[in-house]
């Protein structure tokens, strides 16, 4: 059982340039979602989904577009990536609604130059 | 969610007891209490979750008094690989409020050999 995977681990975007993280969970879980984590600071929620078809804005949304076409797949779209974007990205997934237990996957890191 | 309040970090020796508590005043009947622990280069895990009095599994005990205002996480004889952030959340098992999982910036939990 993979759980919550993400790709990449690792990459460096310049300024100006696009990219996808995609995120894929294979426990049937109807919520997903997106975080950013800046260096020494908590999580900050841009985006997440509670089933196919259906994205909601989180608190900083600002830069990033999500679409979720499948359950398993909740992939994130930088567009005309900024230095202010460099930061770890989780992908997460949760079976219910509210605080259940989500699972977390290993991460991106993202550098932009 | 409800709004916790948590201390930004603490500093304990292996063998000793960590005891986190997070304060969430306006706590509303139908929240429930879960904490995560997320180590270093990692993406948060669910550790525990509860509603009231005590819940413990093999990971850590959550006591809550009987006004539920706050509640405390406690880490039986911590090792070095027990340093993590520790991140309470407040919030309601189901209903669109609680669509949004969100993280605040976690208590820094170090411990020192």
């Known amino acids: 059982n993979a759980g919550v995977t993400q790709t990449p681990k690792f990459r460096i975007l310049k300024i100006g340039q696009s990219m996808t993280l995609q995120c894929a969970q294979d426990?049937?879980?109807?919520?997903m979602y997106w975080y950013r984590q800046d260096p020494g600071m908590g999580l900050k929620l841009i985006y997440y989904?509670?089933?196919?078809?259906?994205?909601d804005k989180g608190e900083v949304p600002n830069g990033y577009n999500v679409s979720r076409s499948t359950t398993e797949d909740f992939p994130l779209r930088l567009e005309l990536a900024a230095p202010s974007q460099t930061s770890v990205y989780f992908c997460a997934s949760s079976p219910g609604q509210g605080i259940t237990e989500a699972f977390f996957g290993q991460g991106t890191r993202l550098t932009v130059v | 969610l409800a709004k916790t309040t948590q201390p930004i970090s603490m500093d304990s020796y292996e063998g000793q007891e960590v005891n986190i508590t997070c304060s969430h005043n306006?706590?509303?009947?139908?929240?429930?209490i879960t904490w995560y622990q997320q180590f270093p280069s990692q993406g948060p895990r669910f550790i525990i979750q509860g509603y009231k009095t005590k819940v413990t599994n093999e990971v850590a005990s959550l006591f809550i008094p009987a006004d539920r205002k706050s509640s405390t996480l406690s880490l039986p004889r911590v090792s070095l690989s027990d340093t993590a952030v520790y991140y309470c959340l407040v919030g309601p098992r189901g209903g669109a409020a609680g669509n949004k999982l969100t993280f605040g910036g976690g208590t820094r939990v170090l411990v020192k050999p």
């Open positions: 426990m049937n879980h109807n919520y």
């Open positions: 306006n706590i509303a009947t139908n929240d429930y």
């Open positions: 989904s509670v089933g196919a078809g259906i994205t």
